[in-house]
């Protein structure tokens, strides 16, 4: 019954087929009474035969089936296996010459099931030196070729091109099939053509399949990417004949005698994979089978299958040693699994940490990995690479020690519009977001063998992604969130932050812009982040799932106080990063939240002892002598920081407050800021380095610093003179610094590491993690404790212990998450 309160549209079908006839004729270039439309290619190759009057059919065999009439003699033309299955023309005229009759060739351009196309000069020939037989095109699969140029634009009377828009457009359901032919042919079709055989729904898709040419582009340059990584792997099974051809799907023989179909069949069923039986297509026997190119993630299926098959059978001994394109030998592949978030700063670095060292507890040998970081805070691996700090935590939390493969690309940020690119722990320049979407795809391959490298020797590999996969600007080449995921193989957890609010539109909303492959790999989603009871999310939980099919695998509880290091510096913008400090009379330390703030992470240890507070300073205003020490940490644009603080007044405030007594300390960029000069005639922080105002620094040291291409990257021990401890850290900088006057507070063999003033007001250090070291730490707190006569402490109030708040990390999750579901959706 029709609401009559309600305008209702009932669109009918066009029985002319006008807009859906001009959109393939716009699209072939040829006039619209060539085309009709039918109810997919199947529906013309019924009729042909009958309005033709054909009394002879000859079909190359093996090729489609439904070619076959059994009310109508038909000759074959038998394909060799040993030319590969090409149509031999010389043949196909012998056997036209000894045919009678009104005469129907059907042709597949490319054949199914070989995939085999022919060159089109021959085909034209052909039907020109036999003008009274009628030659049918199958075109179904042409446009997998690149580059394919149709018959339909220089059609010869005998020629009929039949096309089934399913195969490529992927539309089974609504049945679309094209014929373009002569008018004349065009109207015997309508004459005994079913009646509406075009649904209004197909007619109306069919109109703007001929116009999407981005679709079009896209789905042959990834087909033929991801057939030609299949056809490789397939190609390491010696047992196995492939017949590649130019389609969709690859054609393959078993030669192993001992081996027979229903073998390999019975195999791929249970791991849920159907492979299509051939035996049915004249010309072929039990011993061939024909595969489509799906997703990277099932082709891996597929050949991990094959390989599983080929091992319990033992007919080629030593394939688990499958042999990759690098030429290296993997004997085994890690069980994955994917953390990947709603957004930047969804707990996704925290939650790999955490079960990483949960696996780590458990007995199994984990490792990290994440494909690209964004962030200015960066470790130093023991071979002098460089590594996000986020993955030097995560390789902690596996009792590992850092890796360059557990982070092989890591951004840092210079601008809003420049980083600096680090490639495999070596930095390679700074680029513009135009020049790295260009560069990126050139180092897809450092990804993949990092990745693999890592899979062959550990049991397990724990990925992160990056910011959110459901960015669809970013998805292109994409190599950090489902693109890796894809290539891992690996079945994903998306995790949102609930305290931030619309935790679930954002999990749903992920799922509605992903494909259909990129939901197939996500298994479940995690929440982070909540305050209160868990329960009171049910309802939520079970909408999620009706919505999604997934379901929610663990409330994670807000944590207070987790005493770890942030991957980089959404949090500390935010002001999460910061407690207030737990006991009375505290010391009051300023950070100088300089706009391209890196490893800020440096003062950790310092923001976690009960009787000192952190306060992040903007504005010099801000400043005043309650403050006991002013740090300014390191940054990525040096000169541009400096200019940065000049600007906003901080020169003349930390003047002043200096002359009051209170404390200054820089940390690597902020120790060259608090020197003389800063050189950077070669540019290689910031554009603005050759200006010679930005070249003079803060003055407070006596320090001159030049810029150099090579960076410093080193793990450091060293003596802090004036307390006597021995402090551990990294260096990581271009710029080396010569001292004329003051002291020298911490050196090395290969340099000046350290200085302070003459009055010892100001000291700036390169070591980055000074404060990690707690003997050093209590010095340098007792010393502000003292000038501001407050009782001095004989030990920190907090042990800097990155293992113990690992170990409570990993005790939260063990008790919010379902970790047995997790462990079975990696198949451990």
């Not at 009759?101 to 054949?111: A, D, E, H, S, T």
């Not at 079009?216 to 190609?235: A, R």
């Not at 094959?306 to 290296?328: E, M, T």
């Not at 020169?651 to 002043?656: E, I, T």
Request: charged share 20%; hydrophobic share 35%; with cysteine.
């Amino acid at each position: 019954m029709i609401n009559r309160n309600i305008e209702t549209v009932i669109h009918y079908p066009d029985p002319e087929q006008t807009g859906l006839r001009q959109a393939a004729a716009d699209y072939y270039s040829i006039s619209a009474d060539r085309v009709i439309f039918g109810n997919g290619a199947s529906e013309f190759i019924s009729l042909l035969p009958k309005i033709l009057d054909i009394d002879h059919l000859i079909i190359p065999i093996p090729s489609y089936s439904e070619y076959n009439n059994r009310k109508i003699q038909t000759s074959y033309l038998k394909l060799s296996d040993e030319d590969g299955f090409a149509l031999n023309f010389e043949k196909l005229q012998i056997l036209l010459n000894s045919s009678r009759g009104r005469k129907l060739v059907f042709i597949g351009q490319p054949n199914n099931p070989t995939g085999k196309s022919v060159e089109i000069s021959e085909l034209k020939d052909i039907a020109a030196n036999n003008e009274k037989t009628m030659f049918c095109i199958d075109e179904s699969f042409s446009d997998f070729i690149p580059g394919y140029s149709s018959l339909a634009t220089k059609l010869l009377p005998n020629i009929i091109i039949i096309k089934s828009l399913t195969k490529f457009y992927g539309i089974p359901g609504l049945r679309l099939g094209l014929c373009i032919c002569s008018p004349n042919i065009i109207n015997k079709i309508k004459t005994d053509q079913t009646p509406w055989s075009v649904n209004i729904l197909a007619q109306k898709i069919g109109e703007k399949l001929f116009t999407d040419k981005l679709f079009f582009d896209k789905s042959i340059t990834t087909v033929k990417n991801l057939k030609k990584q299949l056809t490789d792997d397939l190609s390491n099974f010696n047992w196995l004949k492939l017949y590649p051809g130019e389609a969709n799907f690859i054609l393959i023989k078993i030669t192993n005698p001992s081996i027979n179909f229903d073998q390999l069949d019975a195999h791929f069923l249970r791991d849920n994979i159907i492979i299509r039986n051939c035996s049915n297509f004249y010309g072929l026997k039990n011993s061939f089978f024909r595969i489509a190119v799906k997703t990277a993630y099932e082709n891996k299926q597929l050949i991990n299958s094959l390989k599983s098959f080929s091992h319990n059978i033992d007919i080629n001994r030593g394939i688990q040693d499958y042999q990759y394109k690098n030429n290296q030998y993997r004997k085994r592949e890690a069980k994955p699994l994917m953390i990947q978030g709603t957004a930047s700063n969804a707990g996704k670095s925290i939650l790999v940490a955490g079960l990483c060292r949960i696996l780590y507890q458990d007995g199994y040998n984990v490792a990290p990995f994440k494909a690209q970081n964004m962030s200015n805070n960066s470790a130093v691996t023991i071979n002098g690479k460089e590594i996000g700090r986020a993955q030097a935590l995560q390789a902690r939390a596996c009792n590992l020690t850092p890796d360059v493969r557990m982070n092989p690309v890591l951004l840092k940020p210079s601008s809003d519009s420049r980083s600096q690119v680090i490639i495999n722990g070596i930095a390679k320049g700074y680029m513009t977001g135009k020049h790295w979407k260009t560069f990126k795809a050139g180092i897809r391959k450092d990804v993949e063998n990092s990745y693999d490298s890592l899979s062959a020797e550990y049991e397990i590999v724990i990925l992160e992604g990056a910011g959110s996969p459901g960015e669809v600007n970013l998805k292109e080449n994409d190599i950090v969130n489902m693109g890796m995921a894809r290539y891992a193989n690996t079945p994903v957890l998306i995790v949102g932050d609930i305290d931030r609010g619309g935790v679930y539109a954002s999990l749903i909303g992920t799922m509605d812009v992903f494909e259909e492959w990129e939901r197939n790999l996500v298994k479940g989603f995690i929440i982070n982040r909540f305050r209160g009871n868990s329960d009171l999310l049910k309802d939520a939980h079970d909408y999620i799932f009706e919505y999604t099919g997934r379901t929610v695998l663990g409330t994670v509880p807000f944590i207070n106080n987790l005493n770890l290091p942030e991957e980089d510096s959404v949090s500390l913008k935010e002001g999460s990063y910061f407690k207030k400090p737990s006991k009375g009379s505290p010391l009051k330390i300023a950070l100088i939240d300089l706009p391209h703030i890196s490893n800020f992470t440096d003062i950790d240890p310092l923001r976690m002892e009960n009787d000192i507070e952190i306060c992040l300073i903007v504005n010099s205003e801000t400043l005043d002598n309650s403050f006991s020490a002013i740090i300014i940490p390191g940054s990525k644009n040096t000169t541009g920081d400096l200019q940065w603080l000049r600007k906003k007044g901080f020169q003349s405030k930390l003047r002043a407050m200096n002359n009051e007594g209170i404390l200054i300390v820089g940390i690597c960029g902020g120790f060259q800021i608090l020197g003389k000069t800063i050189l950077d005639s070669q540019q290689i922080e910031s554009p603005e380095g050759k200006n010679n105002n930005l070249s003079k620094g803060l003055g407070f040291l006596d320090i001159e610093t030049t810029f150099h291409p090579d960076k410093q990257l080193k793990l450091v021990k060293s003596i802090h003179i004036p307390s006597g401890c021995e402090v551990m850290g990294y260096e990581i900088h271009h710029g080396i610094s010569q001292i004329n006057s003051g002291s020298i507070i911490i050196n090395s063999e290969n340099g000046l590491l350290g200085s302070e003033s003459p009055d010892g007001r100001v000291w700036g250090t390169y070591i980055h993690g000074i404060f990690d070291n707690d003997n050093f730490r209590l010095w340098f707190l007792n010393s502000l404790r003292k000038k501001k006569n407050l009782p001095l402490s004989n030990t920190p109030s907090y042990i800097y212990d990155i293992d113990k708040s690992l170990n409570s990390l990993a005790d939260t999750l063990r008790e919010s998450i379902d970790l047995d579901k997790i462990k079975q959706i990696m198949g451990l």
